[in-house]
């Protein structure tokens, strides 16, 4: 079993930056494929951004957050990280984490075995 907790969200403003981070329980954290996927009101799950296990070699984004946003992963403290730059008020949603039990990262919100509570992130105008 893994558990998942997710911090950092909150409120700010277009073009300002957050960065979200997400605690795992478990000593097999590493092996892990982790994801961060949104959801806002009335629209589905959406993937934002994965990472694969090991080593975290080619991190993958969705096309709407590529280039403003970096996901990474830090073995040793069992944590992922969302940094968000650039915000836009369409990034606005509930930002959840993910993990995989492979190494190998996907966008399926269905192929990921466990999940965080999520954190809020507003993005004002």
């Known amino acids: 079993q893994v558990q998942l907790v997710e911090s950092g969200g909150g409120l700010v403003q277009a073009g300002g930056s957050l960065r979200l981070s997400c605690a795992a329980s478990?000593?097999?954290?590493?092996?892990?494929?982790m994801g961060w996927f949104r959801q806002a009101p009335g629209k589905e799950r959406e993937f934002v951004a994965g990472?694969?296990?090991?080593?975290?070699?080619?991190?993958y984004y969705a096309d709407s957050v590529k280039g403003r946003f970096t996901i990474s992963r830090d073995n040793a403290k069992n944590t992922v990280y969302l940094q968000m730059n650039s915000l836009k008020p369409e990034d606005t949603a509930v930002y959840y984490c993910?993990?995989?039990?492979?190494?190998?990262?996907?966008?399926?919100?269905?192929?990921?075995?466990?999940w965080g509570q999520g954190t809020q992130v507003t993005v004002s105008s």
């Open positions: 993910a993990a995989r039990s492979t190494v190998v990262v996907t966008t399926n919100a269905n192929e990921y075995d466990y």
């Open positions: 478990g000593r097999t954290f590493s092996r892990y494929a």
């Open positions: 990472i694969s296990g090991w080593t975290g070699v080619s991190p």
